[in-house]
Structures are given as structure tokens and as C-alpha cells.
């Protein structure tokens, strides 16, 4: 069952390994998201048949979209927010790296401190977790 977890160990609840896969699935959804709204503002006005504004890409985007927050939604009934939110952190070094591996986006060092932050951020989260 989706938002199971496992029997409390010292007083705290133990998270399964389905959460953790809502969480991956829902930052990999974020990244196309995010990769999708960025190649349909740089679509052609031409392109853009939604209104004149939305390209096909932005409209895929939106659907990408609503799809992961159906997924984060059973996330968030088996973690606390606290916990969800911290794991869910990782979309921003995910949409940073796609960006620069399939945008040529370029990573300014500070970028590289910022991601380094959100790394450790949720190495500190899961370690409290455990203990």
C-alpha cells in the first residue's frame, strides 16, 4: 500500500522504500517540467498554440506537472512534511545539473556552493531520521 510505513524502531517510524520512489518519481517529473516550460518560451510565436502564449512543450510541462503533484500527494501520506520536503529539495540540483548537461547551461561556482548546501542539507535530514 502506498504511505505504508514500517513498525516504529526506538520511537521513530521508519521510512519504506515506496515513499522514497514517489520522491524520485516526483523530482524526475519536476525536471522535465522544469526542462519543458524552458524549451517552450524559447519556441517560436508561431508555435505557441495555446492562446499565442503556450507552446506544445509548456502545455506537456503543465500536464508533467499535475502528475507529480498527484504523486507527491501520496508521498505526503505516508512522510511528514518536514521529511518530504527535504528529500524533494534534490529537484533543485536535478533541474540545475539537466539544465547544464542538456541545456549547455553553464554552473557559476556559487551555484556549485548552493547545490553542495542541498546536498548536505539532506544527508543531515535522513541521518536525523535514522537516530
Do not use: C
Amino acid at each position: 500500500m502506498v504511505g505504508r510505513r514500517d513498525a516504529p524502531r526506538n520511537g521513530r517510524e521508519a521510512v519504506t522504500v515506496i515513499p522514497l520512489l514517489g520522491i524520485a518519481s516526483m523530482v524526475a517529473l519536476i525536471v522535465g517540467v522544469n526542462l519543458m516550460f524552458k524549451l517552450g518560451v524559447m519556441a517560436p510565436p508561431v508555435e505557441r498554440v495555446l492562446l499565442g502564449v503556450l507552446s506544445w512543450q509548456s502545455i506537456v510541462g503543465l500536464l508533467l506537472f499535475g502528475i507529480g503533484g498527484i504523486i507527491y500527494a501520496f508521498v505526503l501520506r505516508a512522510l511528514p512534511l518536514h521529511v518530504a520536503q527535504a528529500f524533494a529539495a534534490v529537484q533543485y540540483v536535478a533541474v540545475v545539473l539537466a539544465a547544464s548537461f542538456l541545456l549547455r547551461e553553464r554552473i557559476a561556482p556559487a551555484s556549485w556552493l548552493g547545490i553542495a548546501f542541498i546536498v548536505v542539507g539532506i544527508v543531515l535530514v535522513s541521518t536525523a531520521m535514522r537516530s
